[in-house]
């Protein structure tokens, strides 16, 4: 699919992540409109965007940027929630259950609430962020991975669902982004610095993104350690997010 004179909806845009650079680079494509979006829309600075608010979380929200997004064609679920060091057995459970809210059900959300849009505007696709925690867990992130997990499985029930309305669904998996939360996250953990190798700059990250959504790929591995982690897949071996959390 081209995304020169496509209509897309990014969620999760916020200073310098993920979201911002899909915005920017969408823009650079030839995009005919991007709506970026954003539970504070007042923090966005998207220059040639149309910013909404939305919050996954809220389903009257995520209806009222369908109301107004009608002629979306293509779907970037970006957004996502990471609570450092939540565990299954001593976090706190409505912490636990908001992760779950926001990135299965809240994604899940979307795609119900944009599918007969995307129908009526020719089928289009859908871009699912995921994370090779989906595939490789480690202490510190086990909350978060296990919903990456849930909504890589369900990526893939909605790419066959999808597919009879004609609408495309990837998926992006990636390991580490030197985004400003990431980069936080590393530094509290390892150290400043430390883990820098391991990242690669989101600007690479969405360029793959995008290069793969065009290219009809399903599955998008954008990074090392995404290829690391679903070969690993098979094996027993370390978790490749060992480094990260020290184990
Ligand atoms: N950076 C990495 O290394 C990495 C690796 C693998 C996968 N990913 C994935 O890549 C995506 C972007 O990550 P990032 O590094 O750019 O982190 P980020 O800056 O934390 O991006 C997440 C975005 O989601 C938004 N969000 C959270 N809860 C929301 C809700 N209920 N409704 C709407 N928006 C909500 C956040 O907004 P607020 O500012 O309001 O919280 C933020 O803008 C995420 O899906 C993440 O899991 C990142």
């Given at each position: 699919m081209k995304l020169s004179g496509s209509t897309v909806l990014v969620t999760g845009v916020g200073a310098g992540n993920l979201g911002h650079h899909f915005v920017e680079q969408l823009i650079e494509r030839g995009a005919s409109r991007v709506y970026a979006t954003a539970r504070r829309p007042e923090t966005v600075d998207a220059p040639g965007s149309e910013v909404l608010q939305l919050d996954l979380t809220d389903r009257d929200s995520i209806a009222a940027a369908a109301a107004r997004a009608r002629d979306v064609n293509v779907l970037i679920n970006n957004a996502s929630v990471f609570a450092a060091g939540l565990t299954f057995t001593g976090g706190d459970r409505d912490v636990i259950r908001r992760s779950f809210d926001t990135n299965v059900y809240g994604t899940l959300d979307m795609v119900r609430a944009f599918a007969p849009i995307l129908a009526a505007n020719g089928g289009g696709a859908v871009l699912n962020v995921l994370s090779s925690a989906a595939w490789a867990t480690s202490d510190g992130i086990n909350v978060y991975a296990a919903s990456k997990a849930a909504l890589w499985s369900m990526t893939k029930g909605l790419r066959s669902e999808l597919s009879t309305q004609g609408t495309h669904v990837s998926s992006l998996v990636f390991g580490m982004a030197s985004t400003p939360a990431l980069k936080a996250f590393a530094e509290a953990v390892a150290g400043p610095g430390t883990l820098d190798a391991m990242m690669t700059d989101p600007a690479v990250i969405v360029r793959r993104a995008l290069d793969g959504l065009e290219s009809g790929h399903a599955e998008i591995l954008a990074d090392r350690l995404a290829v690391?982690?679903?070969?690993?897949?098979?094996?027993?071996?370390?978790?490749?997010?060992?480094?990260l959390t020290g184990e």
């Open positions: 690391d982690a679903k070969a690993a897949l098979s094996g027993d071996g370390p978790s490749v997010y060992a480094a």
